[in-house]
């Protein structure tokens, strides 16, 4: 009999504890010891207690229910999360932004996009209008000791954008956004998102992001409260894109293109009225893209 702590898996120990058996008591016939479904049927009553009684008839799990093994990226992801949420203090803001007159130069700009073989999204725009944004608000793409004592506002704006692959969450990130024009973004985003999907990305292609796009809306969500990359201090979540009645200036009801976006910020670094004045100025150059032209290189 084992003497020590019975090795089994999950499901082993909650049919045990629905039939009072007493692990700890029953000769496991799996490797090192391990106690396996069969072992309780082989020895229902094995606690010096329950020698003298009627041996109790099990019941088999019967429902279906599968354990595996959490591994590799699957892995990575979940040990990244716990130590975000266990380690930064989240908090959200949501916005909403009209993307009517973004899209219409996106259609605009696809054709002559698509003859240097680029397919042109929305997420070059976010990411140029970011890396615009971000010299005026330096916190949002800064870095924090555990400690607390120290902050690292960094130079480079290399944007992270959650994909959703096969193999799991993966994050690639641009680099070097600020130095790119529109179609070199997005000719990396192209590139990373196939990499991603075909499970090509190379391990620097999703180290050394500063802030990070996750496009939910692709999938159908509108508002969500994304987990920040530690150790970056902040992440976008954005929603799908739904033409809604809206008014005008002059108080008419007009079908505009919007777009709900989910903020999550390091709470030790950014305050509610940073990430409001951020987000307004990023908001700013969506909703008028004409106004990044003369920053654009």
Not at 58 to 78: F, W, Y
Not at 248 to 260: F, H
Request: aromatic share 4%; charged share 20%; net charge neutral.
């Amino acid at each position: 009999m084992n003497t020590g702590k019975a090795i089994a898996s999950p499901a082993v120990r909650r049919l045990a504890r629905e039939n009072s058996i007493e692990l700890s008591q029953v000769q496991g016939s799996g490797k090192n010891g391990r106690v396996m479904k069969q072992d309780l049927f082989n020895n229902p009553v094995s606690a010096p207690a329950l020698e003298n009684q009627t041996p109790l008839t099990l019941v088999p799990d019967s429902t279906g229910d599968r354990t595996e093994s959490i591994k590799g990226v699957r892995a990575v992801m979940a040990k990244q999360m716990m130590e975000s949420v266990s380690t930064i203090p989240h908090f959200t803001y949501a916005e909403e932004i009209d993307v009517s007159k973004l899209d219409t130069l996106r259609q605009e700009l696809k054709p002559s996009f698509a003859e240097q073989g680029a397919k042109l999204s929305m997420m070059p725009f976010l990411m140029k209008a970011l890396a615009l944004t971000i010299p005026h608000f330096p916190e949002l793409n800064s870095r924090v000791n555990n400690e607390c004592t120290e902050i690292t506002y960094l130079n480079d704006v290399n944007i992270g954008m959650a994909a959703d692959t096969p193999l799991g969450l993966l994050v690639p990130n641009v680099k070097n956004v600020q130095s790119l024009s529109l179609f070199e973004v997005c000719q990396e985003v192209n590139r990373l998102a196939e990499s991603a999907r075909h499970g090509k990305l190379k391990s620097h292609e999703m180290k050394g992001g500063t802030i990070t796009i996750s496009n939910i809306g692709v999938i159908g969500g509108t508002v969500a409260t994304p987990i920040i990359s530690k150790p970056e201090v902040a992440i976008v979540a954005l929603g799908r894109i739904q033409t809604l009645p809206r008014f005008n200036q002059d108080g008419e009801v007009e079908a505009r293109k919007i777009m709900q976006i989910s903020w999550s910020g390091d709470h030790r670094v950014i305050d509610g009225a940073t990430m409001a004045r951020f987000c307004n100025h990023w908001k700013a150059y969506l909703e008028n893209p004409i106004t990044m032209l003369s920053h654009l290189r």
